[in-house]
């Protein structure tokens, strides 16, 4: 793990939690002492009917709130859809755009991905870009190309560097108890360090945080976040027990 800049672990709690599942939230933010917030941010992504909830809870604790997704407009004729400005009002820090359970299962195109993470980006909330390949594609030996070509197509042109964050998350990884290799993670990471820096320059690609996710828990975090160019995880199942969750946001002390 990098030294600068400063790891984030972010817990993606899916469609699952809710007004009393917020109790975990409580005792993560019990946890999340003086010391700990010094070396990492922690962040929770929990549904949008909790979201307000969440950030009211977590008022005090150092813990962000982010939301899972948001549209690429401002407001109108968008029935059932969540606008990045109503996720800021409700406290919300950050939104994630890109997972790969939207690109799959609601068709996400990668400048979809791009307009909504400008949209975060406009209202002042960070934009958690994921990214990520197949089991195919990494089998072919294209999991390096795919993954350059989503980040390209998926971060805004117009992009402010200290609003992004990128998650690698391999497809295959996600919820199967199925990890890379440290030298498989390494390499991805190093690749999408290295654009970043063509990008934004050497300075300001170099903070850019990238996460890694893909069944990442207490028994696999430490070895993961010690990896160059690893400056955090984004967590699924694991987030939604604080037990789970702080266990991964200790590996880092």
Known sequence: MSQHPKPLIAGNWKMNGM??????????????????????????????????????????????IGAQDCHEKYSGAHTGDVSANMIFDAGATAVIVGHSERRIDHKERDTTIASKAQAAMDVGLQAIVCIGETKTE?????????????????????????????????????????????????EVHAAIRADLKRVFGKTAGSEVRILYGGSVKPNNAREILALDHVNGALVGGASLKAADFMAIATALA
Not at 159 to 173: G, H, M, R, S, T
Request: charged share 20%; glycine share 8%; proline share 8%.
């Open 19 to 64: 007004r009393a599942n917020l109790s975990e939230l409580g005792i993560m933010g019990a946890h999340f002492t003086p010391e700990l917030r010094k070396i990492t941010d922690l962040m929770i992504c929990p549904p949008f009917p909790v979201l307000g909830l969440a950030a009211e809870m977590a008022r005090g604790t150092g813990i962000h």
């Open 138 to 186: 990494r089998d072919a030996g294209r999991a390096i190309s795919v993954v350059r070509r989503q980040l390209k197509a998926s971060v805004p042109a117009q992009a402010d560097p200290q609003k992004l964050v990128i998650a690698y998350e391999p497809v295959w990884a996600i919820g199967t108890s199925l990890t890379p290799t440290n030298a498989d993670i390494l």
